[in-house]
Nanobody, 125 residues
Framework: QAQLAESGGGVVQVGGSLRLSCAAAGLNFNSVGMAWFRQAPGKEREFVAALTWNGVTAEYGEYVAGRFTITRYNPKNAVYLQMNNLTLEESAVYYC??????????????????WGQGTQVTVSS
């Protein structure tokens, strides 16, 4: 059974940076795509970023492109999200997700169906 555990959330000022981490277990991490989503109170869950199993292809949500970077380190079964120049509107619970289909060559946002518990990011003024 896949287990994903996010960490690194916290309080940061507008314009600041945070780095989120996600540790994975119970899945063939080296062969699956990974992603980050977020959900703010009263809003739907929103796609943030994703990376294919081999790290070759990354995709970003339109609001974060150029400021966020998703990376992975397969020897540690970990995926990261570097977030720079954060805005107030980006306060949310950030979730790590896995696509269970192995060696998928593309990113399919709807395929991410293994979820972590989330980590809270609060951007303050």
């Amino acid at each position: 059974q896949a287990q994903l555990a996010e960490s690194g959330g916290g309080v940061v000022q507008v314009g600041g940076s945070l780095r989120l981490s996600c540790a994975a277990a119970g899945l063939n991490f080296n062969s699956v795509g990974m992603a980050w989503f977020r959900q703010a109170p009263g809003k739907e869950r929103e796609f943030v970023a994703a990376l294919t199993w081999n790290g070759v292809t990354a995709e970003y949500g339109e609001y974060v492109a150029g400021r966020f970077t998703i990376t992975r380190y397969n020897p540690k079964n970990a995926v990261y999200l570097q977030m720079n120049n954060l805005t107030l509107e980006e306060s949310a619970v950030y979730y790590c997700a896995a696509d269970p289909t192995t060696v998928r060559p593309i990113i399919r946002r709807s395929a991410f169906n293994h979820w972590g518990q989330g980590t809270q990011v609060t951007v303050s003024s």
